[in-house]
């Protein structure tokens, strides 16, 4: 049987840590049912950078709309996968968003970028008013 | 995060100690040193386990402010999953980076006496 966990936090700053060091636990609980865990520590920190990103970009979007909102964050786990989806009520947006051109010195906007690049797979959808960003890694 | 700051001459050596993220890249953004147009910086990222988009968004920061004021930036000791990070987001292209700090200052020493 697949388990899941699910928790939900204000979507504010201030927890960003929280919600990737949340990630890093999760991901630190499946490599050990699986994996030696010297093998699994990359495993561990794409999972608390992706989860890091993803959650201060719905953040800062909230902030731009100076709405408060809370944010879902679900935990799917598979025996050798683990996908993360966070949902928030920001308006829709797209994960094919261009390369920052590094020419100009760009000193933010690399975090959809991050988070494709360490995570096997990254989709969004809208459910409703939400978005559900999807980001999932197998060992 | 804790900064360890030594300096050797004009030169400034920035150690940052844990997570470089939304909390703590501020103290990289508004230190003295990257402010200061006179002082060259080495920021040593060896003890930094952690960078998201914005520690390097800091680190771009400093980057500019130098460039601005003719001045240099240079990073050294970061580990290899920092240094995925900065390849994926093509950011090392930006930098001179060196693998310790001490060939770091001889390469801003040379710099220095090709300056004067």
Known sequence: MNKSITITLPGEIKFVRFASQTAASVATLLISENIPESEGTQFVHDFELAICEAFTNSVKHAVKRDTLQMLTITFEFEPRQLTVCLRDTNGPFTIETPTPEITDYPPGGYGLMIIRKVMDGVTCHRDGDSNILRMSKSL | ?116
């Open chain 2, 1 to 116: 995060m804790i900064i360890t700051e030594t300096s050797k001459g004009d030169i400034a050596i920035l150690a940052p100690d844990g997570k470089l993220d939304h909390d703590s890249a501020p103290e990289i953004r508004q230190n003295r040193s990257i402010i200061d147009p006179d002082k060259m910086v080495v920021i040593d990222l060896e003890k930094v386990d952690f960078i998201d988009d914005s520690g390097l968004g800091a680190i771009i920061c400093a980057l500019r402010n130098k460039r601005n004021a003719n001045g240099v930036t240079v990073l050294s000791g970061m580990n290899h999953r920092l240094r995925i990070i900065f390849e994926i987001t093509n950011i090392h292209k930006l930098f001179n980076i060196f693998d310790d700090v001490a060939p770091t200052i001889e390469y801003l020493e040379t710099r220095q006496i090709e300056r004067t």
